[in-house]
T-cell receptor, first 113, second 112 residues
Framework: DSGVTQTPKHLITATGQRVTLRCSPR?????VYWYQQSLDQGLQFLIQ???????AKGNILERFSAQQFPDLHSELNLSSLELGDSALYFC????????????FGQGTRLTVV | GDSVTQMEGPVTLSEEAFLTINCTYT??????LFWYVQYPGEGLQLLLK?????DKGSNKGFEATYRKETTSFHLEKGSVQVSDSAVYFC???????????FGKGTRLSVIA
């Protein structure tokens, strides 16, 4: 158990809908990262938050947004969903802003139908 | 930009065989290098890491040496077990300050 909790584990929704994925980092970790894993693109970095502030942005679509709350949990919001958004979404956390070691949650499998 | 290239899978080996999974990288700075493993239905787990040239990371019988001259970080294990069946990801973080950049992963299947 990595200590990173993601909910829900599975999500099935229709095109055009909006969903929210939740992540609770390991106790004491201030950085949260979101990754998308798909068969064709592999693991793609989406966004990083550190202590409530956006720290780094990767290949995140404008339809997607995220935030980190004062209790350090994070949410990834995906809107106007398309079939191609179907993927595994992973959250990871690390203790500092430097990425010396990141701990991953078990992921949320999103299926858009 | 930074990138990681690792050998295409899947790799199928018999138990007790020697394993090598090749990984090379491109980075503008001085990266830290990692191997992560993903068992079926689970998230990624850090397997080993190295932060400077000639460092050797090791864990659970797996080893990888940071080779700056060849920009490589190949994963090796002398004798694989069925329980090693998983997907292995090579990754880098440029100077440890940037989010991890992953290779596409190599699926390993070990048969008894």
């Amino acid at each position: 158990d990595s200590g990173v909790t993601q909910t829900p584990k599975h999500l099935i929704t229709a095109t055009g809908q909006r969903v929210t994925l939740r992540c609770s980092p390991r106790s004491g970790d201030l950085s949260v990262y979101w990754y998308q894993q798909s068969l064709d693109q592999g693991l793609q970095f989406l966004i990083q938050y550190y202590n409530g502030e956006e720290r780094a942005k990767g290949n995140i679509l404008e339809r997607f947004s995220a935030q980190q709350f004062p209790d350090l949990h994070s949410e990834l919001n995906l809107s106007s969903l398309e079939l191609g958004d179907s993927a595994l979404y992973f959250c990871a956390s690390s203790s500092g802003v430097r990425n010396t070691e990141a701990f991953f949650g078990q992921g949320t499998r999103l299926t858009v139908v | 930009g930074d990138s990681v290239t690792q050998m295409e899978g899947p790799v199928t080996l018999s138990e007790e065989a020697f394993l090598t999974i090749n990984c090379t990288y491109t980075a503008t700075g001085y990266p830290s290098l990692f191997w992560y493993v993903q068992y079926p239905g689970e998230g990624l787990q850090l397997l080993l890491k190295a932060t400077k040239a000639d460092d050797k990371g090791s864990n659970k019988g797996f080893e990888a040496t940071y080779r700056k001259e060849t920009t490589s970080f190949h994963l090796e294990k002398g004798s694989v077990q069925v329980s090693d069946s998983a997907v292995y990801f090579c990754a880098l973080s440029d100077s440890g300050n940037t989010p991890l950049v992953f290779g596409k992963g190599t699926r390993l299947s070990v048969i008894a």
